[in-house]
């Protein structure tokens, strides 16, 4: 039987269901009843590998993680961030190897579920197959919306674009609000995730914080103008899909 600890685990994953669509009594329990297995890790570490076979997902409980490629010189481009409540190789119950690495961006714990679980979860209440599915929907509404960015948008379009992404995102799980909040990504990693040198990216984030849009310190973002750090970077946040109760 799930332990109390179980259902403390499991109510990160539920916060952030809840962020899409509302959850029925009955699928609040059934997640709740998942056997979970906590790991803490610390910054920098890979969670999976590219190339491994696993039996189990990963549920980010506290701290930050992200999806990467590294190519055969070393180079690293960020595929994703990933905060509280998301799963990030869900994918993994049905492609048979991971085709990308994920790892810790701070010190991180994580809860993993087994592949045998969440199938008979999923297979029992059809409703919440469907919630999983539409959430890894929502990662590739994510993903159009990082290519364009990538292709198409200036310097200071993706910063802004990401920064308004990540707070949304921690806003609808209650880990942000009033217009601040934790952003433990370095000056390196935007420029791997943003296809930018950490030179360039110096100077974006000095040029907004001489134009009064954004303060960052002690590893938090604050936002000092939403609505004018939205027209720099064209950001319209359907994309995310959030439920207005909960963003």
Known sequence: MPSALDRQVTSALIRKLESITALSEVEREAIQSLPVRTQVFGAHQDIVRDGDTSSQCCLILDGWACRYKLLNQGKRQILSFHVPGDIPDLQGLHLPS????LATMKHTTVAFISHESLRALTARLPDLAALLWRDTLIDAAIFRAW????GRRSADERIAHLFCEMYLKLQAVGLAGDYRCPM?????????????TPVHINRVLMGLRSRALITL???TLVIEAWEELMEVAEF???YL???????
């Open 98 to 101: 991971m085709d990308h690495s």
């Open 147 to 150: 290519m364009t960015g990538l």
């Open 184 to 196: 433990p990504i370095t000056q390196m990693d935007l420029a791997d995730a943003l296809g930018l």
């Open 217 to 219: 310190r002690s590893r």
């Open 236 to 238: 319209d946040p359907r």
């Open 241 to 247: 899909h959030l439920d207005r109760r909960a963003a």
